[in-house]
């Protein structure tokens, strides 16, 4: 396997965890005005099981866009210029999902913690939908001249199938979140979160079953891919949606959220196989289409990124399933998250009851 290739690899592998870390953080957020309803209290302690990890999951999206850059200048700079506005109004919402979680609490008023659990719900709501209106576009074609550079407007981003791509990711990630939340709340409000996984997850698993059919038909038609092997990701993401239903029916919380994740996880590596060996799709011009290979780096710059690459992701891997573990435990409405060295300095503690 070329270098280059392994760098194509490496960032269909980073958009997987952003995209199933970052996508239960989504569905929380858009849970939490109508799983708490007016309960504050309950609120509070739904935005704690995401409040000691939000910001360590979006470093997948900081790395992802930083190897990007860093291995495929041509792809990024296209794709960036193609999708400015698209991209400045994630950068915006992005800022605005950081502020409400860390406004929410500085005031104890009610008009303002409502205002900041709303500007989250419709961030978190609106950031999965732009993700995948973007990510599709990079197979179902844009506008791309001779030059490598984007010919389109704003508008040449959407299409049946990228639309389609935003609003199913959306529900995936909502159904992944309320499954996220089944597993780490307990009493009362674990109750609801399986109410609402339950209520969400056939239509997720449908929308999740004919967007991975329609990424393989979308890349034989304007990629020219066979239907091996795209066709083996397509197929796992379907088989683990089905397994979703009946999963969270019976509360096998631990399952269902597995199924979830390899559901999303199984788009992002089927969107990458139908677009290989290309990295963007021209939809002008097929001959304009970025290759993998015309798009990278030079030799030397891909070799050094990945020996740092090897001796860094190890440990950054380490440190994030060590806080996953540090705050693996439920929570109930009587208690509350520090940081994992607060809780490493009471080792004997015993973990609060929930109360119903």
Known sequence: ???????????CVLWTGYLVL??????????????????????KTVMDTIGPIWDGNEVWLIVAGGATFAAFPQWYATMFSGFYLALLV??????????SFEWRDKSD????????????FGCSALLPVLWGVGLSNLLAGVPI??????????WSLFSPY?????????????THGATFLSLRLDGELRDRAHAFASRFVPLS???AAALLAWTVVVGADVNGRDLFPGIVPALIGGLAASASVPLIRARREGWAFVATAVTIGAWVVTLF?????????????????LSIEDAASSHYTLTVMTVVAAVLTPVVLLYQGWTYHVFKARLGLTERVGSPIDLLAKPDSEPTQSTE
């Open 205 to 207: 698993a449908v929308a």
């Open 162 to 174: 990228t639309v389609f791509a935003g609003v199913a990711v959306a529900l995936l990630c909502l």
């Open 90 to 99: 994630i950068l915006v919402l992005l800022i605005m999902r950081v502020v």
């Open 1 to 11: 396997m070329s270098l280059e290739v392994l760098w194509f690899c490496l960032i």
């Open 145 to 154: 001249d001779g030059d490598g550079e984007f010919a389109g407007n704003f």
């Open 273 to 289: 196989t139908e677009m290989y060996p290309r990295v963007m799709v021209s939809s002008s011009d097929f001959v304009n289409s």
């Open 22 to 43: 970052e996508g239960f953080d989504f569905g929380v957020g858009m849970l939490s005005p109508f799983l708490a309803r007016r309960d504050e209290e309950g609120r």
């Open 109 to 120: 008023s009610t008009r303002w913690r409502s205002f900041w659990s709303w500007a989250n």
